[in-house]
C-alpha cells in the first residue's frame, strides 16, 4: 500500500512548498541585509570620481535600494571598447559589486 507521499501530486505540492519556503527565505534575507552593506548613489558616484578623475558620474536608483543606473562620461574611455570602459567602472566600484549593489544599468561615454 503506498503512502500519501508517494503520490506523484503530493509530491509535486511538497517540493513546491519547499521551493517556496526557500525562495521566501532568500527574500527575507535580502530584505534584512545591513543597510550599511547597500551604498547610496552618491558613495558610488565618489568610487567612480576617485578612480576615475575627470569622470562626471550621474547615479540613481531604479528599484527598490539596490538597483541602480549610472551614467559615467570621461576622456579615459577614449579609444576604449565599451567593454573595456565597463571594466573600469566595476574596478572602481570593487567589492560593491559583490554585495551591496544588487544591478547596476551603465552607460559610459567620452565627452562631445
Do not use: W
Not at 545591513?34 to 547610496?40: E, F, G, M, N, T
Not at 567612480?48 to 570621461?74: C, K, W, Y
Amino acid at each position: 500500500m503506498a503512502s500519501p507521499v508517494d503520490t506523484p501530486r503530493l509530491q509535486m505540492t511538497v517540493m513546491c512548498r519547499c521551493v517556496s519556503i526557500f525562495t521566501h527565505l532568500v527574500s527575507i534575507r535580502r530584505m534584512t541585509q545591513a543597510s550599511s552593506d547597500i551604498p547610496k548613489p552618491e558613495q558610488l558616484a565618489e568610487l567612480v570620481r576617485g578612480h576615475i578623475p575627470d569622470a562626471q558620474v550621474d547615479v540613481g536608483l531604479f528599484s527598490g535600494n539596490d538597483h541602480f543606473e549610472m551614467r559615467v562620461t570621461s576622456t579615459a574611455f577614449a579609444g576604449k571598447s565599451r567593454v573595456a570602459q565597463h571594466k573600469m567602472v566595476y574596478a572602481a566600484l570593487g567589492e560593491h559589486m559583490r554585495g551591496g549593489v544588487h544591478a547596476l544599468a551603465l552607460t559610459t561615454c567620452t565627452p562631445k
